[in-house]
């Protein structure tokens, strides 16, 4: 695992915006999964300008998104489809056959787990994942349970991460309290893995995460086994893992 340190979430964003432009330049085809939620929307401005300036294009990329909150339509401002619309995909040329997001309103739950899996195994897996880290140690939604869920699942949202995702709502009764996540299988299999983390509020989490024993109740702390991860944080989220990890400011990127 390799840990960037970087001063603040707007250098954090350009540095993980150099991961990803890497590998839609050297493989134009990449399938890319992405991830939604604050953390990552600076990296999103990051590659639109980009793109904007003629530095990259996204012509041949598939994408597959980590998750959805089921019951909100395609259209809805809160579902995550339209947070990638709205932040990324409509800025740029990704082809929209090329997008792939679980569908939140489907009314057979396992009917669209299922199809999502056989997705990403159609597509030959992940060659890059980004990943946010949620307040309860989620990836994507996998939220802390028993045992790490391989395929991707209709979960129940716990209580936290129903009350940190309020925000993006009018009020917390309008939070889904399900929604279809991509599995940890998934997941692990993508060949390269970027996990951005930002702000003191998640220095806690991310220790526990990179630092502590690999549990299913902190569902991130499974990738201190993938072969191939980038942690890019600033150094407030890293402010309590001083000291267990060699400071590798990640300049050069
Ligand atoms: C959301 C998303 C996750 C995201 C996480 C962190 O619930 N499902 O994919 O990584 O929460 O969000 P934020 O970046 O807003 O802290």
Redesign the pocket.
């Known amino acids: 695992m390799k840990i960037l340190q970087t001063s603040n979430y707007e250098e954090m964003s350009r540095k993980a915006a150099n991961i990803l432009a890497a590998q839609v330049t050297l493989f134009p085809q990449s399938v890319l999964g992405l991830?939604?939620?604050?953390?990552?929307?600076g990296i999103y401005r990051e590659l639109l300008r980009r793109y904007k300036t003629g530095e990259l294009d996204f012509s041949g990329v598939r994408s597959v998104n980590?998750?959805e909150y089921c019951g909100l339509s395609a259209g809805d401002p809160n579902s995550?489809r339209e947070y990638m619309r709205k932040n990324l995909f409509s800025h740029i040329n990704i082809r929209p056959e090329n997008v792939h997001i679980p569908d939140g309103m489907a009314a057979d739950a396992q009917a669209e787990c299922r199809r999502y899996d056989e997705l990403i195994s159609a597509l030959g897996g992940i060659d890059l994942q980004l990943?946010?880290?949620?307040?309860t140690g989620?990836?994507?939604?996998n939220e802390p349970n028993d045992s790490f869920d391989r395929h991707t699942h209709k979960v129940r949202?716990s209580e936290r991460?129903i009350a940190?995702?309020a925000?993006?709502f009018r009020s917390i009764d309008e939070v889904p309290r399900t929604?279809f996540?991509m599995g940890i299988g998934a997941i692990m299999q993508a060949k390269r893995i970027l996990l951005?983390?930002?702000?003191r509020?998640?220095a806690a989490i991310l220790k526990e995460a990179l630092f502590g024993p690999v549990t299913p109740r902190v569902p991130a702390s499974i990738l201190q086994f993938h072969p191939d991860v980038t942690v890019v944080a600033d150094e407030e989220a890293l402010s309590l893992s001083a000291g267990l990890w060699n400071g590798q400011k990640g300049e050069g990127l």
């Open positions: 991830a939604t939620g604050a953390t990552p929307l980590l998750d995550y990943l946010g880290l949620g307040m989620h990836i994507g939604f949202l991460t940190a995702n925000r993006q929604a996540t951005v983390v930002s702000g509020h998640k």
